[in-house]
């Protein structure tokens, strides 16, 4: 395993000592059997492609990268691209920018679907691959276009990166899990081809602060999560941590020991959401809170911060 990933995945693992008590934690687990088939589908592709592209979360930087891949990828050139970069906090991802960059690892961040930082990608590549390139011209191969295979978990932008890249709609973009099912080339008007492949989890989830933040960012599926108990503990993070923000987007100031579930209540009773009698619809609520967040809405929030020493945001702790 590389050495910027073992460390930040270390950090993740201490992500939620920090936090306030917080109500029980749903048991997460997701792997589908076509991510089976997806793991034997990338080891069989990498002879065929120069370099990797791997995609993370930015608001999940080392939580939403596959600890598997170090060990599929082996040696092969890569790229760590972190996307969504336009939800998350600014301020965090500079640090793990220069966090990851420190342990060695090329590392950029994007916004895949504004396009915002999508125009370093390839320049990025070419320069990755300088050395392999210039070993091509000497040949008279120059012509040869340039493979890329894009990885990632589901639901992380593959596919966006790649229209953006294309400059059309290539791939089929959907913000769920589990869209891109099959191997897919696409050519590039400039030399290069990329490769996008399925996203996949890995079988278990050991970590259970790691499984519940990817079930935040929609990277497990909700059909396979309790909502209502997965949002609460979405709000007992921002209320700790982000209370500005969720203030003003839904319009509620409880105490700093609000419980969980009276925050969930808050929500529903604030948009009106109820039900027959009076009650609060704390489902509708919960889909709210996790649609919002997952669409940026909410603000510009970070899960994770790098490993002690590169420094975090004032008042801003792990999840």
Known sequence: MRKGQKHAERAAGRASKTAQPSPDRPDIQWFPGHMAKTRRLIQESLPLVDLVIELADARLPAGSRNPELDRWLGNKPRILLLNKSDAADMVA???WLDYYRSQGVTALSADCKS??????VLPVV???LSEMLARRAEKGASGR???VMIVGIPNVGKSSLINRLAKGKKAKVEDRPGVTMHRQWVRLENDAELLDMPGVLWPKFEDRDVAERL???GAVKDTVVDTELLAMRLLDYLHHQYPEMLEQRFQIDLPQDTSSYDLLCAVGKARGMLLRGGEIDTQRAAVAVLDEYRAGKIGR???EMPPE???T???QDNI
């Open 126 to 128: 070419r320069e990755q």
């Open 215 to 217: 079930a935040f960012t």
């Open 145 to 147: 276009p340039i493979r």
């Open 309 to 311: 020493g590169m420094g």
């Open 301 to 303: 929030i970070t899960l």
């Open 115 to 120: 396009g915002q930082g999508v125009q370093a």
């Open 313 to 315: 945001p004032d008042g």
């Open 93 to 95: 991802t500079r640090k």
